[in-house]
């Protein structure tokens, strides 16, 4: 290991440097001429080692360091420490900056760094998906010539961080976007933008549910104050007005009885996110009680019933909620649907999976109608539906339960012509692999 320069080695070599020419010069009487030599030499030794050393630092990519004797060989390997030093910080902050930003990338927010002038320092891939950057592109490029929302441009300069903002996203006009603004290193700002879209949508849909609920409950206990109120007065319920007044409150109290055992089923499946599929659901007995159930709903109706049922198909999944979903969707058909309609149930199996199909003769639905049909309490005909009992959650729980077993709800309806409500379970929820075999039970 090659000591480092100290003043005392460089008066020691300059001294035994200068030593044979002083003694040289003593002998043969010309000292100064052989000090002027000895320097000369001094001096083109140094200036030898000068160009060593710049040639070696601008032009040499060996990370060697060039040889050196005396006062210089401690400088060139003191130069070869320090770049290696140089060398591993370099490579901790590429290693620091790296996975800075591959943890930018995992975050589920977009990143923005800017300086304090506002000129963009970086940003992750969903900035750019979010906001419309380009990296590298918009390196350098003032963050309010890009995002030219008035609010942000009004957020931006205030300088004031402690509360977040919602701008609309400029990629998506339907889209909400909160960012967060705060420091991230001396001169340098941090903002993550998140996308509260489904949080405002959220937000609304409980605004809306608990108003639709209060409203549903409101009117049949409206009704039944009222005649409660006329209870107090027996002569009032006398005769035919009590029998009158007594149905009113039966259908009333049914009315919010269903409401409540509905909107209990719904949250039930809603509070199971996953369930487990393991259980076998006989979906023709199922379909074969439906069928009688129904037919008794339709006593008054003069409906025409035709069940097609593979008999041999039976499902893996959760046999209450199949049972909620499949009896919302017979129901239906029967509430809805107009005297003498034709209702036509078909279970098979499908090249793509069982598949439940409730096809029915009535009215049809229209189209700007049909994208709306699985929200809570929505109803195509509100008046209509109050008639029949309806609570508009019946499709809600449809929605939520077919979800659990991966399928969805396919709706096709034509005005005038019908309506048919389907859905297809997997290949792999089929508990057996019989043949099928089809009954078909055609009922007036």
């Not at 601008?58 to 400088?75: C, F, N, V």
């Not at 009333?252 to 509070?271: C, D, F, G, P, Y």
Request: charge should be neutral; glycine fraction near 6%; hydrophobic fraction near 40%.
């Amino acid at each position: 290991m090659v000591e480092r320069l100290t003043w005392k080695r460089l008066v020691g070599e300059l001294i035994l440097f200068y030593l044979p020419w002083l003694v040289l010069g003593a002998i043969f009487g010309y000292l100064p001429w052989f000090l002027l030599i000895a320097t000369w030499i001094q001096l083109g030794w140094h200036f030898h080692n000068q160009l060593k050393m710049s040639n070696w630092l601008w032009k040499d990519r060996s990370l060697t360091p060039p040889s050196g004797s005396g006062s210089w060989e401690p400088l060139f390997n003191g130069i070869y420490r320090l770049q290696q030093r140089n060398r591993r910080r370099r490579k901790e902050l590429t290693t620091l900056i790296r996975r800075f930003r591959n943890g930018a990338e995992s975050l589920p927010d977009a990143v923005v760094v800017f300086r304090s002038e506002g000129n963009i320092v970086w940003c992750n891939k969903l900035a750019q998906q979010l906001l419309g950057l380009r990296w590298p592109d918009d390196s350098g490029q003032p963050i309010s010539n890009l995002l030219r929302s008035p609010d942000f441009v009004r957020y931006l300069s205030r300088q004031a961080f402690d509360t977040p903002l919602e701008i609309t996203s400029p990629m998506n006009y339907d889209r909400t976007l909160e960012l967060r603004i705060m420091r991230y290193t001396e001169g340098e700002y941090l903002m993550a933008v998140r996308d509260v879209s489904q949080l405002k949508q959220l937000e609304g849909m409980r605004r809306n549910f608990f108003a639709n609920v209060s409203h549903e409950l409101r009117t049949p206990m409206t009704v039944l104050q009222g005649y409660l109120e006329m209870a107090q007065d027996p002569e009032m319920l006398m005769g035919p007005m009590w029998d009158r007044a007594h149905g009113v409150m039966t259908e009333q109290l049914a009315r919010m009885n269903a409401l409540v055992e509905q909107l209990l089923t719904l949250s039930k499946i809603e509070a199971a996110p996953t369930i487990e599929l393991e259980e076998i659901v006989d979906v023709p007995a199922m379909l074969d009680i439906l069928e009688k159930e129904a037919m008794s709903l339709s006593t008054n109706k003069d409906q025409s019933f035709t069940f097609e049922v593979d008999n041999s198909l039976k499902v893996f999944g959760d046999n209450d909620q199949l049972r909620s979903a499949i009896s919302n969707l017979v129901y239906n058909a029967v509430k809805h649907t107009p005297n003498d309609a034709a209702i036509h149930v078909r279970w098979y199996r499908s090249p793509t999976g069982p598949r439940l199909e409730v096809t029915d003769s009535g009215e049809g639905i229209a189209a700007q109608h049909i994208h709306r049909l699985t929200e809570r309490f929505y109803r195509v005909d509100k008046a209509r539906s109050r008639e029949t009992g309806g609570s508009g959650l019946g499709l809600a729980i449809v929605k939520h339960a077919l979800s659990h077993h991966d399928a969805h709800l396919e709706i096709d309806s034509e005005l005038d012509k019908g309506s048919t409500f389907s859905f297809t379970l997997p290949n792999r929820l089929v508990a057996d692999t019989a043949l099928p075999h089809a009954v078909i039970n055609d009922h007036q």
